[in-house]
């Protein structure tokens, strides 16, 4: 039955539910003061649900007594593994439906198909969450920090994701976005020493917030948002410049991709007879291309860096020069964050992991039709990303 110190002692069939009769044959303790002088009291038959035996219930009968320690003079009924006191369920069978419930079989689906109650379902599911958040509760901080924020809830606003890069897993999730709402969270953190590098999107919230409370971290833009935040800029630009062309979806296509995606000559010669019509437009297109190439540089020694870094600030200055106001915006961004663009180059981590796990979460919200309470939503985030 994967129940120890238990012994079948007889099955018989009551409609499409097994009954199996099983009687206790371990040691017999007392669980105040672990004597075995008892003296029985009486007895009494236990029903306890199990695990399904193919597409049959399964109902244990269990004979239980009551005994007396002669060295304590307390009283108890007997205690079986696998069984917790007061419980007409074993715990097998508890798991049993908490997995099934984890692996995408709704409530009502399980309901119907064990013959138990809704809210047992949720119930028990959220004990095994918790006994597995057990596990990882006191995680120390990650080496790789990766923070970003996604939506939670229209009553509650945004949710702020700490994962862990170096291990692909999430670390925690902290309701807010905001220096306020997060500063009582990482004042009692743990372990914030540990964290060297943090990645991150252009935000300049959780800058000032990774620089309060992470001293000892190195703080890395983020690739995707920084070469996003580019194209963003020169897409206005180009608008600004030519509100016809900009609206023709073929060459928005054309003009937002980096050269080497140009998929067929077709596709390219289509970009440069409309680029010779306009040559102040080539001249930014040809800018971007360039700036986009010095961005996308990885895994990086010192010496290239600093030839990188002597290009991307010779970059910027031309930007914050230029007379049109996206490119001027956009030059004064990246100045602004310089030393953590140019850590790109050096370090390999970036947070598309945080990225994947927000659609992971995006999933198990639309599986539990959306979470009112942030703490049940928190516990399930932290076992099934971790």
């Keep these: ?21 099983v009687r206790y044959i371990g040691i017999r303790r007392c669980p105040f003061c672990d004597g075995q002088n008892l ?20 109902e244990l009968e269990i004979e239980s007594r009551k005994w007396l320690c002669r060295g304590c003079g307390k009283s108890f009924w007997q205690r079986f593994p696998g069984i917790l ?11 049993s439906v908490a997995n099934q419930h984890r692996d995408g079989i709704n409530r009502s689906c399980l309901s119907k198909r064990e013959k138990i109650g809704s809210a047992t379902v949720g119930r028990w599911f959220h004990d095994c969450l918790g006994r597995l958040l057990c596990e990882v509760k006191n995680a120390p901080c990650p080496r790789v920090l990766g923070i970003d924020e996604h939506f939670f809830s229209r009553k509650d606003g945004y949710a702020t994701t700490l994962c862990d890069l ?28 540990l964290v060297e590098v943090v990645c991150m999107d252009l935000s300049s919230t959780y800058r000032a917030i990774v620089k ?56 390219a010669d289509r ?20 700036l986009c190439r010095i961005l996308l540089h990885k895994h990086c020694k010192a010496y290239k860096c600093r030839e990188l870094a002597r290009q991307f600030l010779k970059a910027v200055d031309e930007l914050v020069d230029s007379k049109l106001e996206p490119l001027v915006t956009l030059g004064e961004t990246l100045r602004s964050w310089q030393e953590e663009i140019a850590r790109m180059w050096r370090f390999t981590k970036n947070n598309g ?29 932290r076992v099934m990303c971790s």
């Excluded at 018989?12 to 009769?21: E, Q």
């Excluded at 007879?273 to 306009?278: G, Q």
């Excluded at 992991?353 to 516990?379: C, D, P, V």
Aim: hydrophobic letters at 30%; proline letters at 4%; a positive charge.
């Design 166 to 193: 170096g291990k692909n897993k999430v670390y925690d999730v902290v309701l807010g976005r905001s220096e306020a709402s997060l500063e009582g969270y990482l004042t009692r953190l743990k372990g914030k020493d």
């Design 1 to 21: 039955m994967g129940l120890p110190d238990l012994e079948v002692t007889g099955i018989c069939y009551r409609g499409r539910t097994v009954c199996v009769s």
């Design 353 to 381: 992991i945080t990225e994947g796990f927000h659609n992971k979460m995006e999933s198990l919200s639309r599986q539990a039709y959306g979470f009112r309470n942030f703490e049940n939503y928190r516990l399930r985030v």
């Design 85 to 95: 006191p007061g419980k007409r369920s074993s715990e097998p069978f508890r798991r």
């Design 39 to 58: 003296r029985d009291r009486g007895r009494r038959v236990r029903r306890v649900r199990h695990e399904s035996i193919g597409d049959r219930h399964c």
């Design 271 to 290: 970009l440069e007879a409309y680029l010779r019509e306009m040559p102040v437009l080539k001249l930014i297109y040809d800018f971007k291309q360039d």
């Design 212 to 267: 309060k409370h992470f001293p000892k971290a190195k703080i890395v833009a983020d690739r995707f948002h920084v070469i996003r935040l580019v194209n963003h800029h020169f897409l206005a630009t180009w608008k600004m410049l030519d509100p016809v062309g900009g609206k023709s979806r073929g060459l928005l296509s054309l003009m937002r991709r980096h050269r080497a995606n140009l998929k067929s000559p077709e596709q």
